[in-house]
Each structure stands twice: as C-alpha cells, then as structure tokens.
C-alpha cells in the first residue's frame, strides 16, 4: 500500500525568505501524480503544485517550486519570498495513475503547519 | 461555477442521530469522493463514486453510507453517530480517476458527536 510521510509537523519562516516542506513517499508504482495541497484556516483545500512522475523536470508555479526526487521517493515543496497569506497547513498527496483497481483516491501525508514571522 | 458545495458547514449530533451530509458540484465531474479530516491524519478517504449509480468504499467506511443518482449530488449518510465520527468531512470531485487532473473540494463541514 502506498503511504506519504510528512516528519515536520511545524515549520516558521520569516517573511520575504525561502523555506522548504518535506514530503517522502512508498510505493512501488512507476507512474503516478504528486500533489501539495494548501489549507488555511478557512480549511478550503487549494492545489498548489502537481508532479506527473514521468516528468523529470521539476513542476514550479510562480514561487512555489518542488524538488522530486523519483529514486529516493522524496517531493519536497520550497516557498520563495514566504508572504503573511503562505501561512497554512500544507498537505502533501499521491495518486495513482493507472490500473482496474485505481480508486483515484488521494492519499495524503499527516501536514506541516507552516507558520510566516513578520 | 459555483464548484463543490456542502451543506452544512457546521453540526452538532448526538450519539445515536442520523444525518446526511449534502455535497453537489456542477462542473460535471464523474469523479466524487468523500474525506475525513482528523488531527496529524491528513485527510482519509471513506467513500467514492466513478459515476451516476456506481459507488465503493474508501480507507474509513465503517458507519457511512453514500449513493449517486445524479452526477452533481453525492450525500453522505452518518447511520447512527458515534463520538469517533468527530471529525472535519471534505467533498472532492474531479474529471477521472487517473489522471492529473486537480480535485476540487468543498468548503468542509465540521461534525462534533456528543
């Protein structure tokens, strides 16, 4: 079974600097979708950034950036120039691509609270 | 679009109650699943549906029903509420299951079983 793995629960960041949220990953599947999810305190779920495994070029979206490492089985996400309004929970997920019994369920990491100093 | 909604955002039940959770989207999505969100969890799923009349079951079933006549409505129903459904419910939907494509979710609803 696939699992997702978030070691940092809590994260600080002054404003304007670069911080960088782990995520690591199992699974034996060679083509599958990663995600990182934000969620602040008004708890709406926003797609942040997504990773087609079969992309080695790493995804970036503005100042957000990951860093997937397909070997190792790590996708971590680095917030450029952090602002007061990156403060959030972020949550890390996995879907597979394929398969009959693909449910395409998101399996989703325990979350990092990142919080921004100003 | 109005996207993914869910009715209500916030309910108190006591042990024992039934409800249903409301969740609609209008982005004619064939995809639509349900969550729970508990503290250092992450979110887990416990019901989905590929489409109008087919549902299964997710991670966390166990005290939950769902159904789809409609490819907008996807109700999730709490049988008999126990204090361990506490919990923060998330409705998603996206275009397919494998795929790329982002799943959209609702606002939450926030269910605390007394």
């Known amino acids: 079974a696939q699992t997702v793995t978030q070691s940092q629960p809590e994260m600080s960041v002054q404003e304007a600097e670069t911080v960088t949220l782990s995520c690591t990953y199992d699974?034996?599947?060679?083509?599958?979708?990663l995600f990182w999810y934000k969620q602040p305190p008004s708890r709406q779920m926003i797609l942040v950034i997504r990773q087609e495994a079969y992309k080695q070029q790493n995804a970036t979206e503005n100042r957000f950036s990951v860093n997937f490492q397909k070997a190792a089985k790590s996708f971590s996400l680095k917030i450029s120039d952090s602002q007061l309004g990156d403060a959030a929970m972020y949550f890390c997920a996995y879907r597979r691509a394929h398969g009959s019994s693909n449910t395409g369920k998101l399996i989703f990491g325990q979350g990092t609270t990142l919080q921004v100093k100003p | 679009n109005a996207g993914v909604t869910q009715t209500p955002k916030f309910q108190v039940l006591k042990t024992g109650q039934s409800m249903t959770l409301q969740c609609a989207q209008d982005m004619n999505h064939e995809y639509m699943s349900w969550y729970r969100q508990d503290p250092g969890m992450g979110l887990r799923l416990i019901h989905y549906?590929?489409?109008?009349?087919?549902?299964d079951q997710g991670e966390v079933p166990n005290g939950y029903n769902v159904s789809r006549s409609t490819t907008e409505d996807f109700p999730l129903r709490l049988l008999s509420a126990a204090p361990s459904q506490t919990s923060v419910y998330f409705c998603?939907?996206?275009?397919?299951?494998?795929?790329?494509?982002?799943?959209?979710f609702g606002p939450g609803t926030r269910l605390t079983v007394t």
């Open positions: 699974t034996s599947e060679s083509d599958y979708y």
């Open positions: 549906s590929v489409g109008a009349g087919i549902t």
């Open positions: 998603a939907s996206s275009q397919g299951r494998g795929s790329p494509y982002e799943q959209y």
